[in-house]
Each structure stands twice: as C-alpha cells, then as structure tokens.
C-alpha cells in the first residue's frame, strides 16, 4: 500500500529521531547531532549551510517576493536525570511510544519540520519561501545559538517554532529576567544601637516588590510575575549586615519589554537592581495572523505558553507548534509517540500547502 505523504515525513522523522537520540547532544556540545542534520540535508539533495552547530537550508529565492517562513527546532537536550529507567540514549519503542532523550523536547519537531521542508522545498507555489533552521544551544539561551545565525539568514517575516505544544498554537510566550539586588547599609554592632541594618532595606524592598501589581495584563500569559527567590546577609550573628544580595525572578508578558520592567522595577526599590540580561523577551503574534488563523480553521485552539524558547530571541513574530506534550520535557524517560508525529506531519502540510490533501 502507498504511503500518503505524511506517512512518509512522520516515516523519515521517525528514522531519523532514533539516530538523534542515540547522538547524544547535551547543550553546548551538539556537533555530533548537526553533523547528522547536515548529512540528512545533503543526501536528500539540499544545500544546507552551518555555523557552529546551527545548520540551515533555504528553499530557492524566486524573486516574487513572498514573505519568509522560519521553521525552526533545537537539537540540543538537557541532562539526563538518575531518574532514568531506561538507557536515556537508547531508542525504545513501547505501545507506540517512541522514549530516548530529546525525543519530546524538542526532537519530535525537529524531525518533521526537517522531512516537511524537504517535501515542499520544490514547491514554488507555496505562500511562504520556507528556511528550516535546527539551532543550537536553546536550553541554555546561549550565545551560540540562534542569536549567531540572525544575521545568515533571509530575514524571516514570520517564524513557526517545533516545541512540543500539542500542535496547539502558542501564540504568546513568557519572557525572562533575572535580577541582582543589593540593599546597602552600615555595619555596626548587634549589641549597640548602631549602624544601618541592610537587611530590613532588603525586607522592605522585597514587601514593596510583593505588594506591587504591573499595569498592563495580557489576556493570553495574565499578570508579569516577578518572585524573590534567592536572599544572602551577614558574616555573623553580632554584626549589623552592611549588605544584603537577594535574586528576583521576573516572568514577562508581551505587553512589556524586559527593559521596561526593569526601569519600572529599578525606580520602585531603594536597592541597587542589576539585570543579568534583557534579551529573554516575551514573544507574540497577532492572531489575526494568516498562518494562526489557517491553524483554527483545522481546529487547533490558541493559547499562551508560560515556557521559555528560541522565541525570546527571535525579533519578528513566531508562535510555537509542535508534536509532543511540554509536561514531558526534561522528565526522567521522556517520550513521543508515533501517533503525534503522524499528526503534526499532517498538519503542517495542511497549514504550508493549502491545496495539500492526503
């Protein structure tokens, strides 16, 4: 019996994963993982590009001036856990589970993303002149991830992201900013009435920060959270702390930018506030968006994220889509199963080719 064309693809991605799981990629040291993208690429007949361990290929520039789409997954994984009851690098196929690290996060998009690309990158009738990117370095928000590759690629109108949403789509997404604070004070002895105890400034600092509400609520992501989660003072129990360190974790919504926030944050505290970074911003795209509204015609329900992905530093719009189940990533014997890669194959040819049917 012939198979449809998303019976190939989720066939291809299937092939594929079992060889990514079993090529360990650990963030920061994915070479292995992109050598097998770049070598799948190549032996169907692409021309990929690399740099680092970011690898890229783009459907053929025919001048018409159609807006670009980013299909976009990770190639790196988390650590394995001891929690691990099965061999994490070992694929193993169970009641139509397929388990091995990375296989949900974020391998199963990856997969069908790239035998989606290769199945279509023929077709100059499409809306869209598609680039397939598997970045590197996402569960570390590092520098040599896709903020690297940026400026290599056409630039991107809109970007379609492979994590797994239960190919729901995510149209917005919770930012990231971690911030150092540090009340000063002035040491003096317990004892005495002496010295100025930087501790309470923190104290004080941190009822101001529970207390206080940010104006602008999202109707997808809800209120910006912002959490003290770390506090350090003192060198001993008689000496008055001159300084107190404490760690405030801010989850943004897309109706702030990082910088805004911490201009707000910084103007409510006396302490001294230091963000570690403002590029984990929060991500959107309207839902009005062709591509959004395409996906509720084939009755996937919108919805906002509270995790963090390569969006935060993509700077167009991007939603995320994508086989699998978030709650599975990172857990001890992650899995995908064969039914959701079928399916998201299905469904992104059904959203990047209207006139596609199996």
């Given at each position: 019996?012939?198979?449809?064309?998303?019976?190939?693809?989720?066939?291809?991605?299937?092939?594929?994963?079992?060889?990514?799981?079993?090529?360990?990629?650990?963030?920061?040291?994915?070479?292995?993982?992109?050598?097998?993208?770049?070598?799948?690429?190549?032996q169907?007949?692409?021309?990929?590009?690399?740099?680092?361990?970011?690898?890229?290929?783009?459907?053929?520039?025919?001048?018409?001036?159609?807006?670009?789409?980013?299909?976009?997954?990770?190639?790196?994984?988390?650590?394995?856990?001891?929690?691990?009851?099965?061999?994490?690098?070992?694929?193993?196929?169970?009641?139509?589970?397929?388990?091995?690290?990375?296989?949900?996060?974020?391998?199963?998009?990856?997969?069908?993303?790239?035998?989606?690309?290769?199945?279509l990158?023929?077709?100059?009738?499409?809306?869209?002149?598609?680039?397939?990117?598997?970045?590197?370095?996402?569960?570390?928000?590092?520098?040599?991830?896709?903020?690297?590759?940026?400026?290599?690629?056409?630039?991107?109108?809109?970007?379609?992201?492979?994590?797994?949403?239960?190919?729901?789509?995510?149209i917005?997404?919770?930012?990231?900013m971690?911030?150092?604070?540090?009340?000063?004070?002035?040491?003096?002895?317990?004892?005495r009435?002496?010295?100025?105890?930087?501790?309470?400034?923190?104290?004080?600092?941190?009822?101001?920060l529970?207390?206080?509400?940010?104006?602008?609520?999202?109707p997808?992501?809800?209120?910006?959270?912002a959490?003290?989660?770390?506090?350090?003072?003192?060198?001993?129990?008689?000496?008055?702390?001159?300084?107190?360190?404490?760690?405030?974790?801010?989850r943004?919504?897309?109706?702030?930018?990082?910088?805004?926030l911490?201009?707000?944050?910084?103007?409510?505290?006396?302490?001294?506030?230091?963000?570690?970074?403002?590029?984990?911003?929060?991500?959107?795209?309207?839902?009005?968006?062709?591509?959004?509204?395409?996906?509720?015609a084939?009755?996937?329900?919108?919805?906002?994220?509270?995790?963090?992905?390569?969006?935060?530093?993509?700077?167009?719009?991007?939603?995320?889509?994508?086989?699998?189940?978030?709650?599975?990533?990172?857990?001890?014997?992650?899995?995908?199963t064969?039914?959701?890669?079928?399916?998201?194959?299905?469904?992104?040819l059904?959203?990047?080719?209207?006139?596609?049917?199996?």
């Amino acid at each position: 019996m012939t198979k449809t064309l998303s019976q190939q693809i989720a066939h291809h991605a299937q092939q594929l994963l079992r060889q990514l799981i079993a090529t360990p990629s650990v963030s920061r040291d994915e070479g292995a993982a992109a050598d097998l993208i770049e070598h799948t690429l190549r032996q169907a007949g692409a021309q990929p590009q690399r740099h680092l361990h970011n690898v890229w290929c783009c459907q053929p520039d025919t001048g018409d001036g159609r807006p670009v789409l980013l299909l976009n997954a990770h190639i790196d994984t988390v650590r394995p856990t001891d929690a691990w009851t099965l061999p994490p690098f070992t694929p193993t196929e169970r009641d139509g589970r397929l388990y091995g690290l990375g296989s949900n996060d974020c391998g199963g998009g990856l997969t069908v993303l790239l035998y989606t690309f290769l199945a279509l990158r023929e077709n100059a009738s499409l809306p869209y002149r598609l680039v397939f990117l598997a970045s590197a370095e996402e569960e570390v928000s590092g520098a040599n991830g896709i903020s690297s590759v940026i400026d290599h690629l056409p630039r991107p109108d809109v970007a379609l992201v492979g994590e797994p949403t239960g190919m729901q789509p995510a149209i917005a997404e919770k930012g990231l900013m971690v911030l150092d604070c540090e009340a000063v004070g002035r040491a003096g002895h317990a004892a005495r009435n002496e010295g100025v105890n930087a501790l309470y400034k923190a104290m004080d600092d941190i009822a101001l920060l529970r207390q206080h509400t940010f104006g602008k609520v999202s109707p997808l992501l809800g209120p910006v959270k912002a959490t003290v989660t770390m506090m350090e003072a003192g060198t001993q129990h008689n000496v008055v702390p001159a300084s107190c360190r404490f760690v405030v974790d801010v989850r943004s919504n897309e109706c702030y930018s990082n910088a805004e926030l911490l201009a707000e944050i910084s103007g409510l505290l006396q302490s001294h506030v230091k963000a570690r970074s403002t590029r984990l911003n929060s991500s959107r795209i309207h839902p009005d968006h062709p591509l959004v509204q395409r996906a509720i015609a084939l009755g996937r329900v919108p919805y906002g994220s509270p995790t963090l992905s390569d969006q935060a530093l993509m700077p167009w719009p991007s939603f995320k889509m994508g086989p699998g189940d978030s709650a599975r990533s990172h857990t001890a014997d992650e899995y995908i199963t064969l039914a959701e890669l079928h399916e998201a194959a299905a469904l992104y040819l059904a959203m990047l080719c209207p006139d596609y049917g199996d």
